[in-house]
């Protein structure tokens, strides 16, 4: 599973790197309504909520699905003007000013990505604002989802240019209240990890920038693919004409874990990623090397063969005899394991001893809230 980006004829000097502080303000929102997901923000979390206007606490409920599970493209509106410089601007202020030239389809097919994040992917569907079969359909969605996503979405349908005015002085007032402080202390330091980025794009190419981004990121020997790793299936290119070329890597201090990669049909491609990220076990893609070794687990007979493997070594026909199996068998089963990364084999004479890899299996739980969250 993953995300990729075809970047094929894509001049270096259209990926770029540059902070978006309409994009932080989602992160930051997303930590104060998913404190859960982000531990180590607790202080700044239980601070900033507690300190909340309750009015501006009760706006933000109303809003909170387009940042709670899932982050709508409206926080990065620059990636869809067509023709335009394709960057953030430097100033929230002016992020807004980029969103306010979104055409109300655009924005609205972004606003309501809540209501089918199935088809993400798809695009170029009829406009609900046009068509009502697509209005009826995005609002059944809606209200699968509870009254107060419904009740938007009707509002944005009757009214997109009040509910966009609404949404613009709700994003102010979070700033006026709690963000243009914290975006003062983060500014320094992501326009930082962006020089750095770029200068190491310039100096050692794409694989090693890219590399420096996130282990979870990869290109092809050719330098035509960028594929993000992740539990979902998705693709885009970066040099469609109709939007203008272009990649653009946006750093995120409230964002980890999450690596989020923006691939609407339509839209330049954006990379959100966190900084300071945790690198993921080495192996294959490590989504794939998760699912491999909660695979290899699965089977009964394997749980039974762990169960000797992590308390002492045992060559394959020992394990044969404790479990009352042949030799091929827990040759197959062992074969599983080692696929999996989760065993080791040494040699003690002309024997071979098997014994699990306790730090590998320890692991997995945090892989896959990792990979679940990237």
Not at 267 to 276: E, N
């Amino acid at each position: 599973m993953s995300v990729t980006i075809d970047i094929a004829g894509l001049p270096s000097e259209r990926i770029t790197f540059a902070p978006s502080p309409l994009a932080e303000l989602c992160m930051a929102l997303h930590a104060l309504s998913q404190p859960g997901h982000h531990p180590r923000l607790a202080s700044w979390t239980t601070a900033t909520s507690a300190s909340l206007d309750p009015c501006l606490a009760d706006r933000l409920l109303e809003a909170e699905f387009l940042w709670r599970s899932s982050f709508s493209d409206i926080f990065m509106p620059f990636a869809g003007i067509p023709g335009g410089s394709g960057r953030p601007a430097p100033t929230l202020a002016g992020e807004l000013d980029v969103l306010d030239r979104l055409d109300d389809e655009r924005f609205v097919g972004a606003a309501l990505e809540h209501c089918r994040p199935a088809l993400y992917n798809e695009g170029g569907g009829a406009s609900p604002l046009k068509d009502p079969a697509a209005r009826a359909r995005a609002l059944e969605a809606a209200a699968a989802r509870g009254p107060r996503r419904l009740d938007f979405s009707v509002r944005l349908l009757d009214e997109p240019a009040a509910v966009r005015v609404w949404l613009r002085r709700l994003l102010e007032d979070c700033d006026e209240a709690f963000f243009a402080e914290t975006w003062k202390r983060l500014e320094p330091g992501q326009n930082a990890d962006a020089r750095h980025k770029s200068e190491l794009l310039r100096r050692k190419g794409l694989p090693a920038a890219l590399k420096d981004v996130s282990a979870a990121l990869s290109v092809d020997e050719g330098l035509t693919t960028v594929t993000a790793d992740k539990m979902v299936h998705g693709a885009t290119t970066a040099t469609d004409p109709r939007i203008g070329s272009g990649l653009v890597f946006v750093p995120t201090d409230f964002g980890r874990p999450h690596l989020m990669v923006l691939h609407a049909p339509d839209w330049r491609p954006v990379v959100h990623y966190p900084l300071g990220t945790p690198a993921p076990a080495p192996g294959p893609g490590s989504v794939e090397l998760l699912q491999r070794r909660m695979e290899a687990l699965a089977h009964p007979m394997r749980m039974m063969l762990c169960r000797s493997l992590a308390r002492a070594p045992y060559t394959t026909s020992e394990l044969a005899n404790v479990h009352g199996i042949t030799a091929p068998e827990v040759s197959r089963h062992l074969a599983v394991l080692k696929r999996a990364g989760l065993m080791h084999t040494r040699r003690q004479g002309r024997y071979a001893q098997h014994e699990l890899d306790l730090a590998a299996v320890a692991r997995i739980g945090t892989d896959f809230i990792e990979g679940i969250l990237r």
